[in-house]
């Protein structure tokens, strides 16, 4: 039984993400769960964000993969509790960020609670560095960026703007 | 689709009451697609109102699933009429302008942390489950617009008067925001869900922090209370759903 869990998760883990095609969805930690019992297949994956407009496309890609390699049922549950955060990221989902120039998840992310706004729209999570000359000295352009798990930088050394993944 | 009959018709109106709050404001953010202000602001409003799709689609399918009769999210979204919808009133308002839409955003994600945090301890697995995801979105919704208030508040005296303005014409919409029914008394009882009632004091709190940078006023004198959270709509509800939901209707069934 476990050989054959193995197998599945060794498939699944050559599925890109949609929007981030370096990434594997088992890069990002997506998958959460796999059972696998009379021949039926039950994966469990959890969204970055609710309303990731990748899901529904990450969801046919588990399927359709599944049933190439032979598996025929496969049902496909969203689970959102315990809710997905960055730290599950593998490492290596950490470099292949880097190689391609998006800023990893810091961990020095101050809570809202505790600050004030007068130096708006200066950066919140104290320290990003800068994926293209490891810079500390970087700005945040915009807090929202082109997918909902991204914010928009730029570096004040380099001067390259950058996607920052959110601390989350 | 859900009527009084149903076993667990008090959980459903009161999700419903979240879930149509969060796909109108969705709908009413999603117009500032291609014309807000600046291109930065343009992505951020309309990063927000996917969010807050998000959530009211995974309230949607979660009831839909529940409910006999057969019936999906978008049965929910686009073949309800305005009587059956419950969203607080609020977010049916137009946008007006920038300085409107920001306070709308304000006042609602304060509102949404607080609610989810309470739901977190909700003993319905699933909606605990949404609370725990959804407050961060919430969190950073505030975080946002409460930026935003900052800066036009400590701006030119015009930005501050068009911000004021906004504050003195949707203040009056929040009463609504902490007036229970029995169906939430219900509900509170068999500690499913918290009491909205209780949440006004430190909504205010959250309000007041940042408006104490500011010299913004939040000064409400009215017993004005909108109804929409019990389907009492205003005017503008019809407009927005007729735009929302004109083409599922035409072509019902219809795929992309």
Known sequence: MESNKQKI???????????????????????RKVDYSNKQISISITPTFMG???LDVIKDDIKNTLNKHGYKKVKVLVQLDPPWTTDWMSDSAFKKLKENRIAVP???????????????????????????????KTK????????????????????????????? | MINKDLKNYNLYLYLLRI???????????????GVAPILEEDLSISNISLDYLGQARFLYT???????????????????????????????????DFARTIVKVFFLSALQIILWNNLKKSNNVFLSGVAKKSVKEA??????????????????????????????????????????????KILNKKSMAPLWSNFSKEWHNKINFVLGDTSLNFNLNTQFQSKGKFGLHSEFMSKILSEMQSTARKFPGCKW
């Open chain 1, 9 to 31: 998760y060794t498939i699944l883990s050559q599925i890109s993400d949609p929007e981030m095609p370096f990434l594997t969805i088992t890069d990002l930690s997506i998958v």
């Open chain 1, 52 to 54: 990731c407009p990748a």
């Open chain 1, 106 to 136: 810091c961990h020095s992310h101050q809570s809202i609670r505790n600050i004030s706004f007068k130096n708006f729209p200066q950066d919140l999570n104290a320290k990003v560095i800068c994926p293209t000359c490891d810079s500390e």
């Open chain 1, 140 to 168: 945040l352009i915009s807090k929202f960026g082109s997918t909902p798990c991204k914010s928009l930088y730029k570096c004040e050394d380099c001067s390259n703007p950058f996607d920052y993944f959110k601390k989350h």
């Open chain 2, 19 to 33: 879930a149509d709050t969060s796909l109108i404001m969705s709908q009413r953010l999603s117009e500032y697609c």
């Open chain 2, 62 to 96: 979660f009831i839909s699933e529940e409910v006999p009769n057969e019936c999906t999210e978008d049965d929910f979204a686009f073949f309800r009429d305005d009587d059956e919808f419950y969203n607080l009133s609020i977010s049916e308002l137009p946008n007006f």
């Open chain 2, 139 to 184: 969190e950073y919704h505030f975080e946002h617009s409460s930026g935003w208030i900052n800066m036009l508040g400590n701006s030119t005296e015009k930005a501050r008067l068009k911000t004021q303005d906004a504050i003195d014409y949707l203040s009056p919409y929040t009463n609504e925001f902490f007036v229970d029914d029995e169906n939430e």
